[in-house]
């Protein structure tokens, strides 16, 4: 069946509960469904680092530079999962980097290959 947007309105109001058993059926979260691809960490790489941030700053009270550094020294992977948790892409960390610490853009951008 096609999706209420893919038909007229008149149409959609004729049969309105097929319409939205429709639009329910396709719906997901997103947060069950873990991105893949290049860039993106295997499930039990992230567990592993969520786990030792988790463990090291007392289920997440104490929040502390020494807390959470001690956990990206023994799991480094714990900095990208404090970094997702926040809510930042990495552009959004960099940047943000770049701000506190009045390092350049181009300091904090991968070197380019030269031939």
Not at 13 to 30: I, K, N, P, T
Not at 60 to 89: H, T
Request: glycine share 6%.
């Amino acid at each position: 069946m096609p999706f209420p947007f893919e038909v007229p309105f008149e149409a959609v109001r004729a049969d309105l509960d097929a319409h939205v058993d429709a639009v329910f059926s396709s719906l997901r979260s997103d947060f069950l469904t873990l991105p893949k691809g290049a860039g993106f960490l295997e499930y039990p790489v992230f567990e592993r680092g969520y786990q030792a941030l988790k463990q090291a700053t007392g289920g997440f009270s104490d929040l502390s530079a020494p807390a959470v550094l001690a956990a990206v020294f023994r799991v480094p992977v714990a900095l990208l999962v404090l970094r997702a948790m926040l809510g930042f892409s990495p552009p959004d960390w960099t940047w943000l980097t770049g701000q506190l610490t009045s390092v350049s853009w181009d300091a904090l951008s991968p070197p380019t290959a030269t031939r």
